[in-house]
């Protein structure tokens, strides 16, 4: 058997982009199969597991080259990658206002960018979302509010009152909701 499929070296525990395609070439196209079936090929030219080198192909075929061009350089999962994917521009991390060339000589720069990006946003920094609320509901709050002050001003403890202009108000607001009630369809 020639070195052809010794490539991959699983004791350095990284595997390049390059590494990747080429295990979904060998795959993909049966060129393991005079080997014996993948699993068997994988242990004993690849030195990993079948499942090990699916998965591999499975985070190609998920993340393209970006997660390995990443993972060479700094430690990271799969759930990690996907929530800073977008910082990942080819070959190149963009964080902190800065794109940081995906290259060895950048490793520790690169991991203290992946710290940053890692750490959860502070609670105050958040935005906090709130539900927009229903036009109906805050009309109800409103109504609410008028009829009790409604209900205050008729009270016989509510001093200097003008209880006839009360009154008429109260005519012509029950007189507006009429006519919307009317327009609405409901009278």
């Given at each position: 058997?020639?070195?052809?499929?010794?490539?991959?070296?699983?004791?350095?525990?990284?595997?390049?982009?390059?590494?990747?395609?080429?295990?979904?070439?060998?795959?993909?196209?049966?060129?393991y199969k005079?080997?014996?079936?993948?699993?068997?090929?994988?242990?004993?030219?690849?030195?990993?597991?079948?499942?090990?080198?699916?998965?591999?192909?499975?985070?190609?075929?998920?993340?393209?080259?970006?997660?390995?061009?990443?993972?060479?350089?700094t430690?990271?999962?799969?759930?990690?990658?996907?929530?800073?994917?977008s910082?990942?521009k080819?070959?190149?991390?963009?964080?902190?206002?800065?794109?940081?060339?995906?290259?060895?000589?950048n490793?520790?720069?690169?991991?203290?960018a992946m710290?940053?990006?890692?750490?959860?946003?502070?609670?105050?920094?958040?935005?906090?979302?709130?539900?927009?609320?229903?036009?109906?509901?805050?009309?109800?709050?409103?109504?609410?509010?008028?009829?009790?002050e409604?209900?205050?001003?008729?009270?016989?403890?509510?001093p200097?009152?003008?209880?006839?202009?009360?009154?008429?108000v109260?005519?012509?607001?029950l007189?507006?909701?009429?006519?919307?009630?009317?327009e609405?369809?409901?009278y």
């Amino acid at each position: 058997m020639s070195n052809e499929f010794l490539t991959f070296d699983p004791i350095v525990g990284q595997c390049s982009a390059t590494h990747a395609e080429w295990l979904r070439r060998l795959r993909d196209k049966n060129l393991y199969k005079n080997h014996g079936n993948w699993d068997d090929f994988c242990r004993q030219y690849v030195g990993l597991s079948g499942a090990q080198a699916t998965e591999i192909i499975g985070l190609l075929e998920e993340f393209g080259p970006d997660y390995f061009n990443l993972a060479v350089l700094t430690p990271i999962t799969p759930e990690e990658f996907r929530t800073v994917a977008s910082k990942v521009k080819g070959r190149y991390l963009c964080a902190n206002g800065r794109a940081i060339p995906l290259v060895p000589k950048n490793a520790r720069r690169i991991a203290a960018a992946m710290e940053h990006l890692r750490r959860p946003v502070p609670a105050e920094t958040r935005t906090p979302q709130t539900p927009t609320p229903n036009p109906v509901t805050l009309l109800d709050d409103r109504c609410r509010e008028v009829t009790t002050e409604f209900r205050r001003l008729t009270s016989p403890k509510a001093p200097n009152v003008d209880r006839l202009r009360l009154a008429a108000v109260l005519r012509k607001t029950l007189s507006m909701l009429g006519r919307i009630e009317m327009e609405l369809g409901i009278y």
